[in-house]
């Protein structure tokens, strides 16, 4: 019998012998694997206390609960309110827990009471249907790799080291030219009539890689990309346990440098924001997934989708992972799968190493920062003193 669960603050009792889960065990980069759960979708009941008034994991916390409650399961939650729907208090106010709930389980959850006694909100809900489709198995993957047929040397040998990894149910999809392929387990799938004008449409190529897709793990990559032979074992570790993952990716030459893998996004509008590379240690709500590397259940891909207008260069990845938050879904960082890139489009300098950042990288990126700023204005106002295109044309 499984045993249930106390997500609790430090100053909490528990009963003796429970499962004791803290808000430090929902860090980004700590997987559902490693809570001590033998089983997904088997505990009967989870109880909180004086966590979800403070976490900033409450959307890893409650996807956690919906991977380890079963159909059926109850949650009960002791939440001290502080403010019912605004915030700038002391603790997240009810409507904002009640809101993730929402998002994270969707229909799948009703609520089962509600009391407000003393400033203490109890509340029991209780989890309708199962988050994974009867296919989801750690066993089961589908590759799907995006080429403009001009890397076929590239795709053969993504292709053998898939194939090395021995999975016991796997498929290979190819969108775009790829002639002259080493095997007979790829599927190619013609891009021609995506084009419609001189844009790359890498949203439709993998939105028809997804739709062809049999296998709820899927991986996304393009042509690029190509793994570390211990990808495959150290991914199966986590058990098919994950909604979206960025794991590390390093420059295919050295292997040292980080190529775009744990990254957040800059401001849409205010363009002196800046964005980057994060270290792995951090997490911000603009974060975003390399385009080049999707690894995500199919049935979250579906519900979301890339949108089919937005092409290569048009942020598609970070109008797609903005959508994702904001749908409830949880993007995690698994550090154990390392990629490689072949991309020259390496940032060897601030934040471009594993490790995380010094004092004097921090100097050097503010001395960089500096000198970039002020070449970039004498360019700039440079460009504005030059006449103008239209200049001595009729208007």
């Not at 001590?36 to 505990?43: L, Q, Y």
Request: glycine share 6%.
């Amino acid at each position: 019998m499984v045993k249930d669960v106390f997500i609790i603050a430090e100053e909490v009792r528990a009963p003796h012998g429970a499962i004791i889960l803290r808000d430090s065990d929902f860090h980004h980069d700590i997987q559902f694997a490693h809570l001590g759960i033998a089983k997904r979708e088997t505990v009967a009941k989870v109880f909180s206390k004086g966590v979800l008034e403070r976490t900033f994991n409450i959307r890893r916390i409650l996807r956690s609960i919906d991977y380890m409650l079963r159909s059926g399961g109850r949650i009960e939650i002791e939440f001290y309110r502080d403010r019912f729907d605004s915030g700038g208090g002391h603790l997240r106010p009810l409507s904002y827990l009640m809101y993730e709930i929402s998002l994270v389980f969707q229909s799948r959850i009703s609520l089962v009471s509600k009391t407000f006694n003393n400033g203490v909100d109890s509340i029991v809900l209780e989890k309708k249907s199962s988050f994974f489709p009867l296919n989801d198995s750690v066993d089961s993957w589908s590759f799907g790799l995006v080429s403009n047929g001009e890397s076929i040397q590239k795709l053969n040998t993504i292709i053998r080291q898939i194939e090395a990894f021995n999975i016991p149910k796997y498929e290979i999809l190819i969108c775009g030219p790829s002639e002259k392929l080493s095997s007979l387990r790829v599927k190619v799938l013609d891009d021609k009539d995506l084009y419609s004008d001189a844009r790359i449409p890498i949203s439709r190529k993998k939105n028809r890689i997804v739709d062809a897709a049999k296998y709820n793990n899927l991986l996304l990559i393009h042509d690029r990309i190509s793994f570390d032979n211990n990808w495959y074992n150290e991914i199966s570790k986590l058990d098919s346990n994950f909604d979206v993952l960025c794991m590390p990716i390093l420059d295919d030459e050295r292997r040292v440098y980080r190529v775009n893998d744990w990254i957040k996004a800059g401001d849409l509008y205010d363009y002196t924001v800046e964005g980057g590379l994060m270290d792995y240690s951090d997490f911000s709500t603009d974060l975003y997934l390399n385009g080049g590397v999707i690894c995500i259940k199919r049935h979250i891909y579906l519900d979301i989708r890339i949108r089919p207008f937005l092409n290569w260069g048009e942020m598609e990845d970070v109008d797609f992972s903005r959508r994702l938050m904001m749908s409830g879904y949880d993007i995690g960082f698994y550090k154990n799968s390392i990629l490689y890139s072949s991309t020259n489009r390496i940032k060897p300098s601030v934040g471009g190493r594993m490790f995380p950042y010094t004092i004097v990288d921090k100097m050097l990126k503010r001395y960089r920062r500096i000198k970039a700023k002020y070449l970039f204005n004498k360019a700039f106002n440079e460009f504005l003193l030059k006449d103008p295109f239209w200049n001595g044309r009729d208007r």
